[in-house]
């Protein structure tokens, strides 16, 4: 444990008003030929330079402060949590320390740094709050401390306790919130509306007492003669479906609104959207493309099972957005041979004008096969520009700007809606939901 001695402001501004009473006394003498200069300024420097060499000597012997962190090791990205600090010491009077923990770079904190004044034969215990910014493997490293030496001349600084490697997911935080809402059929709180089912192409579930609003092709007619009470047939939505998410990993995924960027907001919608799929017996699969490097893409493979989301987690907590632009026509050849089952696919991407040419040939490829849903994310920035009082020529500017490029992305927009595909254009803060309930829409429709 090394450790770093600072001279204290209390040592720097006596000796700092000592030299200047020393400079005085001495110019004094000088220039008003007083003789012989008063040396009481000099004696007091001297003395002071020993009091503080002996306030080193004392510090030296302080006793070491011991930290240790508790912080959970999977933390979901632009969510706060809780970090915990356990101090122990061994000083024998009320000491007032000062703690910065080691946080990483691409992290916000709050409560940072902290003040503790310990107390002599007690534990102490503290808290901050980190917000990670960034998805990937990281780590907080060692905690620095500082505090004042016996005579307050010195502030003594060094670094301790461990260092907590730490994992930063997409978003996992929104699928304990909409488990406890879907145990309450309260999903719509968080936007998400379950369609009503219409009692066709379901798979029938049970049998259960009539409740009010049930369709007469609900009934049973034979059951509710036998029970001599009304009867209804329960269906539940189809199981067993193939749902594929495809999401761009490509530079313009690299956009930002608000702190994160669209591929981060891509990641924790489809990451809902796959709880979702997965609760309902659905099998669901990942590919990503526009990467750079040896490898483009990333497969994870069909998983069935509501505790199989964790293998989807791992597989693209340390995925990113590259330099590079995304070859629509190679993904969905991929995708093509990787997946030969019909399923829902659903496309996350953040298209321009030029590149609809090559997304309509992609998705006619992924068509002969499949049942495509393209969701295009739009920059929010672009709805502020729309919405901004026009007061000046440059404002003038930039509102017909915006309104041709929205205009650019409207008739793509009906393009690939005219080609039989679905297909929502929605900002990123409207993506979860959008796609949540467009995937509710296409179950209910019992059209995969």
């Known amino acids: 444990m090394s450790r770093q001695w600072i001279p204290g402001s209390r040592l720097i501004v006596t000796l700092a008003l000592l030299a200047a009473l020393i400079f005085i006394n001495a110019f004094s003498s000088n220039y008003f030929n007083l003789g012989a200069p008063y040396y ?16 080193f ?33 061994q000083f024998n009077q009320p000491t007032q320390i000062t703690i910065f923990d080691g946080v990483p770079g691409s992290a916000n904190y709050d409560n940072l740094p902290l003040r503790i004044a ?49 994992k930063v997911y997409p978003d996992f935080l929104a699928i304990a919130n909409y488990a406890i809402l879907a145990t309450e059929n309260h999903t719509a709180q ?6 009503q089912r219409r009692g066709e192409g379901m798979e029938f579930h049970q049998l259960r007492e009539y409740r009010q609003g049930d369709s007469l092709h609900q009934m049973d007619w034979k059951a509710t003669a036998r029970r001599r009470k009304l009867i209804a ?49 659905d099998n669901v699969s990942l590919l990503s493309f526009g990467s750079e490097g040896n490898q483009p893409h990333r497969w994870i493979p069909p998983q069935k099972g509501v505790e199989r989301v964790k293998i989807l987690l ?30 829902l696919v659903i496309l996350v991407t953040n298209s321009r004008d030029e590149d609809n040419n ?51 992305r409207r008739e793509s927009h009906q393009q690939l809606c005219s080609s039989g595909v679905y297909a929502i254009d929605c900002t990123a803060d409207e993506l979860a939901v959008r796609v949540a309930n467009a995937y509710w829409e296409i179950k209910s429709a019992s059209v995969l």
């Open 40 to 55: 009481f300024p000099g004696a007091a420097f001297a003395l002071v330079i020993i009091v503080a060499l002996l306030d």
């Open 57 to 89: 000597i004392l510090s030296r012997r302080l006793p070491p402060v011991e930290i240790s962190r508790t912080v959970s090791g999977n933390l979901a990205v632009d969510k706060w949590a809780p970090v915990k600090l356990r101090i122990k010491h």
């Open 118 to 166: 310990l107390q002599p034969n007690h534990t102490s215990q503290s808290e901050y709050q980190l917000r990670p910014l960034v998805r990937g493997a990281t780590s907080i490293t060692q905690a620095q401390i500082e505090f004042s030496s016996p005579l307050g001349l010195w502030s003594i600084r060094y670094w301790t306790g461990e260092i907590s490697e730490i």
């Open 190 to 195: 968080m936007g998400i509306k379950k369609r």
């Open 233 to 281: 047939r329960d269906y539940q939505d189809e199981r067993d479906q193939q749902i594929v998410l495809m999401i761009d990993s490509g530079r313009r995924m690299r956009t930002m609104d608000d702190e994160l960027s669209h591929f981060d907001h891509a990641l924790n919608a489809l990451l809902l959207v796959s709880y979702i799929a997965l609760r309902q017996g």
């Open 314 to 343: 791992n597989g693209i907590y340390d995925l990113d957005a590259s330099q590079a632009t995304a070859d629509y026509i190679i993904a969905a050849q991929k995708l093509m041979f990787l997946q030969p089952k019909r399923s």
């Open 358 to 408: 090559e997304l309509l040939i992609a998705v006619n490829l992924l068509k002969k096969r499949h049942l495509v849903m393209v969701v295009n994310i739009r920059e929010a920035v672009l709805d502020k520009l729309i919405e901004t009082p026009i007061r000046d020529f440059d404002d003038a500017l930039h509102y017909a700007g915006a309104q041709e490029f929205l205009q650019q």
